[in-house]
Structure formats: structure tokens, C-alpha cells
């Protein structure tokens, strides 16, 4: 919807209805991602794309019915259908389009939502687009990091889905959920289409060397938007981190700093200090630890030995840092997984990012009773 938000939101305004098809999912080689959206206004021009042309005109036709009749409607296009070609999806792959009329009746908090896209708040809102009964297609919640608004039918229903959301909206991902007719986690029936309107949360790696390598890989494959930062170019290259989105060659902390003058820190970032070398670590560390919301990190980590930790600490009380600021650091980083290899303890610390996150102890679910989905406090 981002892509035709300026066009939606004129026909919203103005209280009239424009019809809404998105792309909800995917299946091969179809040509436009899940989110991928298409308007059509009331006076019959048509915004964006929903399959870079194939069933542009099937589509646009199908939004003006539903305008009509005001009722939201899933689509499938592809090869599986009888008459793929005659709507023109050639390519091989198969979309499912949710169509729907939106309006300021329809969608009464389009415009909160447009607000929190423009500002870069996260924000994701999640439709049902299947369902056994007719009435619950096209229900809406608005899920945000700290509250979520809106009804998708009933209690059950809407707990499970903005547990879920607001893992997605983490992660900055759009995506569509099975559940059973209820919001049964184990069940089919109702299928939710969660479009997530935030960048990708960012996690720092400080430190070219070969756990930073894997660190990266996990952070990656977890949904952040990767850095690799350290002050030696022979070792911070692309070539020896294929998995961070950039590398680069700088002091830490200096680098640390001019991210946080342009605004680029914020309270999902993840800053991962491997270099154990006190001339970098602690002027990075003294910097990370002293920042306040909204530029003070979701976690703030250290690699080293018991022996390095302590070191790291006496350094860090010597410049100054009160207790308070020093319990924000989680030294040596990593939960108890007994890791060896690079790759264990990549996962032993995307298990202790993830287990601060969402309020997870990191024991065994089998030795334990109770929900295993935490609440978000």
C-alpha cells in the first residue's frame, strides 16, 4: 500500500470509496512481491501495480465490482487456474489478490496510519482475507509496537494475531497467517494478511573477524539490516562478509556517532562488540551505554572471557559510567549453549537478542508449564 498511499489516501479524504487490491501472497515466479498494491479511484483511473501487467485488467475490473457491491473478495491468478491465460498471468506463477472497498467507513484509521508511514513509526495492519464466515473478511486490526486497535471478531482471534504481527512488524516483514476459524494456532479457516510498515530493525557488528562473519549471517536470516564495522580495511571487506548488508571501515565509535547525529539508531537497534580489544571497545561501549530513547539500543552486547569482562568493566568505571548504564550491557554476550564453533555462538547470541525481546528465560520448554508465547509488556 506504501507505493499508492498518496492516492488512497485523496479518494479517503474526500469520503469517497476507491477499490484496494493487494497482492497477499506468492507462489513461484509470480512478478510482484506479497504488499504489492493497485487503487482505483472513483473516477476510474487506476494507481500502481499488482502483477507488473499480466492481470492488470482482470483486477482493475474486479476492484470497480467490489466498489459496487462492497464486498471484499480473495482472488487466485496463475497457471492453475482455467483460464490463466485469458487473464494474462503468462509467467508461471500464481497470486492471491484480497480486493477490497476502502473508505473512511471501511478503514476509519487510514489516516493514523498514513501519519505513522510519513514519520517512520512502525505500524502494521493486519486484514483477514479467508474466513468460514463471510462477515469476518475484510476486518481489521492496526498493531503497533505498544498497543494494537481494531477487531478482528473475537478476543481469541485478535491475541493470537497481534502476538504474531508484532513479531513481523520487528522484523519489518509482511507476511500472510493460517489459523482456525477462532484464531486457533493449530487449525485452517482463516487466513490474515499482515502488511508491515517499518525499515528493518539494525544490528551492528563491530569487529571483522570470523564470529562477526557468522553473527552476520543470523542477523541477517533474523530480519536485521546488517553492518560490519571495524578500523582495519585489510580485514573489513565485502568479500569476507557476504551476509551484511554494509561493510565498513571505521573507528567504532566515531562510526557509532555519526549514526546516531543522523538519526539512524533507534530503540530496535542491536549493537554486537566483538573486537574485544579495550582501545576499541570501550570508547564504542562508553558511547552505546549513555544513550537515551529514542537513540538508546534494544541491546547492547560484548564479547570475552570472564577475565576481559572484568577488565572492560574497570575501564568503563574509570570513564566515568555509573551502574545503571553498565547493567545495560550484556557481557560476556551470548546465552549458555555451551557454543564453540563461530556459528554456535552466533546463534547463542541471536537466542539472548531474541530472548530479550520478547521476555523469553531461555529454559527448555519442555520443563516448563504455561503459555509459551510471552506478553509483550
Known amino acids: 500500500m506504501r507505493d499508492v498511499l498518496d492516492e488512497l489516501l485523496e479518494t479517503w479524504k474526500s469520503g469517497e470509496t476507491a477499490g484496494v487490491a493487494t497482492v497477499v501472497q506468492t507462489f513461484r515466479s509470480a512478478p510482484r512481491p506479497a504488499g504489492a498494491s493497485m487503487v482505483v479511484a ?19 475490473e474486479l476492484a470497480q465490482e467490489v ?8 482472488q487466485r491468478y496463475g497457471v492453475s487456474d482455467d483460464d490463466a491465460f485469458a487473464v494474462g498471468l503468462t509467467c508461471g506463477g500464481i497470486l492471491d489478490v484480497f480486493v477490497e472497498p476502502v473508505s473512511q467507513s471501511t478503514f476509519p484509521e487510514l489516516g493514523e496510519v498514513a501519519a505513522d508511514i510519513e514519520s517512520g513509526r512502525p505500524v502494521a495492519v493486519a486484514t483477514v482475507i479467508a474466513h468460514p464466515e463471510a462477515g469476518w473478511l475484510g476486518r481489521r486490526m492496526v498493531v503497533r509496537p505498544e498497543q494494537a486497535t481494531g477487531s478482528l471478531g473475537s478476543d481469541r482471534a485478535d491475541a493470537a494475531v497481534a502476538d504474531d504481527v508484532r513479531g513481523l512488524l520487528a522484523a519489518g516483514r509482511t507476511a500472510t497467517l493460517t489459523y482456525g476459524p477462532d484464531g486457533e494456532r493449530r487449525g485452517e479457516g482463516m487466513r490474515v494478511f499482515v502488511a508491515s510498515y517499518a525499515p528493518k530493525p539494525r ?18 536470516f533474523l530480519g536485521y539490516q546488517v553492518t560490519v564495522c571495524d578500523a582495519r580495511p585489510v580485514f573489513t571487506t565485502a568479500a569476507r562478509f557476504p551476509d551484511a548488508h554494509e561493510v ?8 557509532l556517532a555519526k549514526q ?3 538519526g539512524a539508531i533507534d530503540e530496535r537497534t542491536v549493537i554486537c562488540v566483538l573486537t574485544h580489544d579495550p582501545k576499541f571497545d570501550v570508547p564504542l561501549l562508553e558511547l552505546a551505554l549513555r544513550l537515551e ?3 538508546r539500543p534494544a541491546f547492547v552486547g560484548a564479547m570475552g572471557s570472564r577475565r576481559t569482562h572484568d577488565d572492560r568493566l574497570a575501564r568503563l568505571r574509570d570513564a566515568g559510567l555509573a551502574e545503571d548504564e ?15 564453533t563461530p556459528e554456535e555462538t552466533a546463534v547463542s547470541i541471536a537466542a539472548e537478542i531474541i530472548a530479550l525481546q520478547w521476555g523469553g528465560r531461555g529454559d527448555r520448554l519442555t520443563e516448563r508449564d504455561g503459555r509459551i508465547h ?4
Open 260 to 262: 546516531v547525529e543522523a
Open 374 to 377: 510471552h506478553e509483550v509488556e
Open 67 to 74: 466498489v459496487g457491491s462492497g464486498a471484499p473478495t480473495l
Open 42 to 60: 472513483p473516477d476510474a483511473s487506476a494507481y500502481g501495480s499488482v502483477s507488473g501487467g499480466c492481470v492488470e485488467g482482470a483486477v482493475y
Open 326 to 340: 553498565l547493567a545495560r550491557l550484556s557481557s560476556p554476550i551470548g546465552l549458555d549453549l555451551g557454543a564453540r
Open 248 to 255: 565498513v571501515v571505521s573507528w567504532p565509535h566515531k562510526y
Open 203 to 220: 544490528m551492528l557488528v563491530f569487529g571483522a573477524i570470523d564470529f562477526a562473519a557468522a553473527v552476520a549471517r543470523q542477523g541477517a
Open 293 to 295: 530513547p529514542p537513540h
